[in-house]
């Protein structure tokens, strides 16, 4: 019996379903997979203005397996859903920083869904109060890219940068 499962799952034509989860550009057919063969995603060809694409979730809401972009995966469950997942993208000139003094600023560079440079920066003396980001990387000597994310790690929280006050060029008050 185990034999016959076995053969009948091979002969079962099993497909990636990409589904866009708010996209509103873009399309993409579902991919063909082999049975317990690796298989290199397609790449993401869904778009979304104001969002930078981060990877595939087999849940809509990111709380499912986890694929990144051009993943390999090995097929053994059947057919799949992936749902494109989104954050938010924000302005590199209106992201303005706050923070006191020793503070760590990460920034990480994204391509395609992937990360693929890191700088951490430590506020100064005097912490940084209404700094642009382009203006810290540039002091650092390097160049902020098109698409990044930023994490603020203050010793004992982690807080993330640039929500949507920083979209509009607004200092949180207080």
Known sequence: MARELDHLRVCLPLVVIFDGNGATGGTMAPQELTYNVETVL?????????????????????????????????????SIRLYAQ????????????????????????????RMTEVHSVTAPAGGWRGVRVTDIARAEGFALPSSFKLMLVDGTSYAPLCQAWTKLGLAPKG
Request: proline share 3%; net charge negative.
């Open 42 to 78: 397609n790449a993401n060809a869904f778009t979304r203005p104001g969002y930078v694409f981060t990877g595939w979730n087999t849940t809509a809401d990111g709380m499912g397996t986890a694929y990144a972009d051009g993943e390999s995966i090995v097929e053994q469950e059947g």
């Open 86 to 113: 989104w954050e938010p993208a924000y302005s590199v000139e209106n992201c303005i920083v706050y923070a006191a003094e020793g503070a760590v600023l990460i920034i990480a560079s994204y391509d395609g869904g």
